[in-house]
């Protein structure tokens, strides 16, 4: 894979790494640079500014090329004077060797390979989030506070995720050092130690419209024991057929909340109670190096089944790592309440929501001074 960020030191201290590549397909536009507040703050502000407050210095965008100059124009008189801005740019050749951007694919390739742009620059622990969500200060605080636990034990791990150690694999992927993670029973002390932000998936949805959620099962003790990309859920009006009893139908009036089968094409009820990851994590570069292991193994298989549309999530590798035993998750429970804009259509919500903490005195009137 080509380095394709920027030339910048590395960063070893807790980075936030924010995912802003994506055009919103179904939000019709760059929704990641729209104004939400009279001020003409973006979403986005709220997210940098919450990051400030529970003490994070340095931010990596993952974005187009071609936005470059738009993100420079908005962030340099804002979060800019602020946090030290670093960009990494996702492009759909960023591929190891012996493998091509199949003829008519546009689709990025998903979330693992957008966090993957930043190998190059970030050495030390991670907080990764989307550009175009809220997801309230207590996450942030959280997230760092984690990763400032474990900063001291990752940076000499971070030695060189770069282009020399397997990500430019000679041949079409089937190096075994490249195509996939030893499935030896680690050490307690080499497990590796990351977290999630979980979110009630009531307080996720949008009514405009289905979304995608990672579906997350926890241990009592509160780790993360399986997730799953369930790639639409949304409200129905209709009621579903349920084997799990009342408990899995959360009723609005009739309307439950329910998930398509990829397979079968039926609806499937979600309990009211059900966790979600919304894309806030922490890791290690212990994740970093599993991303970077496990991608042509992925592109392998998902080249021949879907060229045109698979993507690598995050969950994939997380849920690898969970099985095997190299890795554990905390689940860092938020009371905040999520909001994001996949359909124009949200826009007005979110305004009122955030204007409604302004004047309740959880944020500034002004966010940048």
């Keep these: 894979m080509n380095s394709t960020q920027n030339k910048i030191n590395e960063i070893t201290k807790p980075a936030l790494i924010i995912m802003a590549a994506g055009m919103g397909s179904r939000y019709g536009g760059l929704k990641q640079v729209d104004p939400v507040t009279p001020e003409g703050e973006i979403l986005l502000d709220f997210s940098l500014y919450d990051a400030m407050m529970a003490g994070f210095e340095d931010v990596v965008f993952i974005i187009r090329r071609k936005h470059r100059e738009a993100f420079d124009n908005l962030l340099k008189d804002r979060a800019g004077k602020h946090l030290n801005i670093h960009y990494a740019y996702q492009e759909l050749s960023d591929l190891p060797r012996g493998f091509e951007v199949p003829e008519g694919r546009t689709k990025p390739w998903g979330t693992c390979h957008a966090v993957m742009t930043c190998r190059n620059i970030v050495k030390g622990p991670f907080a990764v989030i989307n550009a175009d969500d809220y997801y309230g200060p207590s996450a942030f605080v959280q997230i760092y506070d984690f990763l400032s636990s474990v900063a001291s034990s990752e940076v000499s791990s971070a030695k060189n995720h770069s282009d020399k150690d397997g990500l430019t694999s000679k041949g079409s992927g089937n190096n075994s050092r490249a195509s996939e ?163 124009k259509e949200d826009k007005p919500m979110v305004t009122t929501a955030l204007q409604s903490m302004k004047d309740k005195g959880l944020y500034p009137e002004k966010l940048w001074k």
């Design 181 to 343: 993670i030893s499935h030896e029973v680690p050490q307690d002390d080499k497990i590796s130690d990351f977290a999630m932000v979980g979110y009630m998936l009531p307080n996720t949805l949008s009514e405009s419209g289905h979304v995608a959620r990672g579906v997350c099962q926890i241990s009592d003790s509160g780790y993360l024991n399986d997730i799953v990309e369930r790639t639409k859920i949304m409200r129905r009006p209709d009621k579903c057929e349920s084997s799990y009893g009342d408990s899995s139908v959360n009723s609005t009036g009739d309307s439950i909340i329910a998930y398509e089968d990829a397979e079968t094409g039926n609806w499937i009820p979600l309990s009211a109670d059900t966790i979600v990851s919304m894309n806030f994590w922490g890791f290690t570069q212990s994740f970093m190096q599993a991303m970077i292991d496990n991608f042509p193994a992925f592109l392998e298989k998902s080249l021949k089944a879907d060229p045109l549309k698979a993507e690598y999530f995050l969950p994939f590798i997380v849920d690898k790592m969970i099985t095997d035993g190299s890795a554990k998750v905390k689940v860092l429970s938020s009371a905040d309440r999520w909001y994001g804009m996949t359909y």
